[in-house]
């Protein structure tokens, strides 16, 4: 701390500066008046005021019984006058005619430095809130790392007059551990984080820590939490809740594997039912198909046989008519009546013919082989898996491989007719193959 003298009245005059290498919050006192409240705080008019850069220099005075601060922030380096210090205008007394020392406390802020404060939480219980008979003992240990952005915030909430760093460490230390406990015991609540995984999620309940507890240190001390490291979040396995936990825990991770594989077969073999029952039905709709395309064809036959039977009646008929005319039983006069004879000719002559032709395409469907309508044709598919083809395979086969994740939507195919290779689940008609295809089964819980 620099001295020089001076000529004026009120004696020697001083620099006022922090020296000090580690600090967060200094006051400063004129030389050699380290121990009289009223003279440490004496300023004379003319001192010199030296604030480094990250430095806050605070004035705290009394004014008409108010007590006032003003900041100085860094770096300044003046002549304490009116001219270029305004708070003198406010704290220099009038009787002085300001060549008498004013009245004001300095303390220096540190505003650049960062404090690390390291804290250990003993064991205390947490809960699973599904099983809340057992107690699991856990510890927390970790370091907080924090400074000071906001000197006006700091100076409300702390006093600075005999200020020990100590002191507010304990205080910070104290709201820490209890602010973690609550939060940690917790976790498994409303994290949804099981008690025996916590050891691994610790980079997410650190995450939780860190969101709730910067704010409550701002707001309590005044202080900015640059950040909070949780090192170490230790389960104590050799407890009897513990056991017990993973106990019950490994017995109902059990139960549900055990109750998944059995859905997964049941679904498995309702699967298989429901294609054996659509095989059927498409089986009995190809024979009704076939029965109703026979029939057609049976009726088609005897139309024949019956128009034959027709016109053999009408060509019987007409025979007999001749047969009368000859006879003379047609005439007046007991002769053939010739126009009728020529009649009855024609019409028996168009009757063969007709006769004629009806048996001969009779004769000809009798004659051609019996013809029943081609089978439905089975649709059949190529696949490709990591570059290699094989196939083909009808639906039957590829629902079997779905069911195996031999086969899913992602599997490319090629069926005659296509004119490149498409995934499986672009294709409308094998939708329903992996419409029941049951997930993988959920990896075991520890």
């Known amino acids: 701390m620099g001295l020089f003298s001076s000529k004026k009245k009120g004696g020697i005059l001083d620099t006022i500066r922090c020296d000090e290498q580690e600090y967060l919050v200094w006051k400063w006192r004129p030389s050699g008046e380290e121990n009289s409240t009223n003279k440490e705080n004496a300023i004379r008019f003319g001192s010199s005021l030296r604030v480094k850069d990250g430095e806050m220099a605070v004035f705290v005075y009394n004014q008409k019984g108010n007590n006032n601060q003003d900041f100085i922030a860094g770096p300044h380096d003046q002549i304490i006058k009116t001219a270029n210090f305004p708070v003198l205008s406010k704290i220099i007394g009038s009787a002085f005619g300001g060549d008498s020392p004013f009245q004001a406390e300095v303390y220096f802020i540190n505003m650049s430095g960062n404090v690390q404060l390291k804290f250990g939480i003993p064991y205390f219980d947490v809960f699973d809130p599904r099983f809340m008979d057992f107690a699991v003992p856990m510890a927390v240990r970790g370091t907080l790392t924090f400074n000071i952005t906001d000197a006006q915030q700091f100076i409300k909430l702390n006093r600075l007059i005999n200020f020990d760093l100590d002191d507010l460490k304990k205080q910070?230390?104290?709201?820490?551990?209890?602010?973690?406990?609550?939060?940690?015991?917790?976790?498994?609540?409303?994290?949804?984080?099981?008690?025996?995984?916590?050891?691994?999620?610790?980079?997410d309940i650190n995450k939780l820590v860190t969101e709730q507890l910067k704010p409550r240190l701002e707001d309590d001390f005044g202080i900015?939490?640059?950040?909070?490291?949780?090192?170490?979040?230790?389960?104590?396995?050799?407890?009897?809740?513990?056991?017990?936990?993973?106990?019950?825990?490994?017995?109902?991770?059990t139960k549900t594997i055990d109750a998944q594989a059995d859905v997964n077969i049941k679904n498995l073999e309702d699967t298989q039912q429901i294609n054996a029952e659509n095989m059927e039905e498409t089986l009995r709709i190809?024979?009704?198909?076939?029965?109703?395309?026979?029939?057609?064809?049976?009726?088609?036959?005897?139309?024949?046989?019956?128009?034959?039977?027709?016109?053999?009646?009408?060509?019987?008929?007409?025979?007999?008519?001749?047969?009368?005319?000859?006879?003379?039983?047609?005439?007046?006069?007991?002769?053939?009546?010739?126009?009728?004879?020529?009649?009855?000719?024609?019409?028996?002559?168009?009757?063969?013919?007709?006769?004629?032709?009806?048996?001969?395409?009779?004769?000809?469907?009798?004659?051609?082989?019996?013809?029943?309508?081609?089978?439905?044709?089975?649709v059949q598919y190529n696949i490709a898996v990591n570059g290699k083809q094989s196939g083909p395979f009808?639906?039957?086969?590829?629902?079997?491989?779905?069911?195996?994740?031999?086969?899913?939507?992602?599997?490319?195919?090629?069926?005659?007719?296509?004119?490149?290779?498409?995934?499986?689940?672009?294709?409308?008609?094998?939708?329903t193959l992996f419409e029941n295809t049951p997930p993988p089964p959920p990896p075991p819980v520890s």
């Open 172 to 203: 910070i230390k104290d709201a820490v551990t209890k602010n973690v406990k609550h939060i940690v015991s917790n976790t498994p609540q409303n994290a949804q984080i099981p008690v025996i995984q916590m050891e691994r999620k610790i980079m």
């Open 394 to 431: 009808g639906l039957p086969e590829l629902q079997q491989m779905a069911l195996k994740g031999q086969f899913t939507e992602e599997t490319h195919v090629w069926k005659p007719g296509m004119a490149e290779w498409a995934l499986a689940g672009t294709l409308s008609e094998l939708n």
């Open 224 to 253: 900015n939490m640059k950040g909070l490291d949780i090192s170490d979040l230790e389960v104590d396995k050799e407890s009897n809740g513990y056991s017990e936990l993973r106990k019950v825990t490994a017995e109902q991770t």
């Open 286 to 378: 190809q024979r009704e198909e076939m029965q109703r395309a026979q029939k057609l064809q049976t009726e088609g036959q005897n139309m024949s046989v019956h128009q034959l039977n027709q016109q053999t009646d009408v060509a019987k008929t007409a025979a007999e008519s001749l047969g009368e005319m000859g006879s003379g039983s047609g005439g007046s006069g007991g002769g053939m009546d010739p126009g009728s004879m020529m009649a009855s000719m024609a019409m028996g002559g168009a009757v063969g013919s007709q006769m004629a032709g009806a048996v001969g395409g009779m004769m000809g469907g009798m004659n051609q082989p019996h013809q029943t309508p081609p089978p439905v044709p089975k």
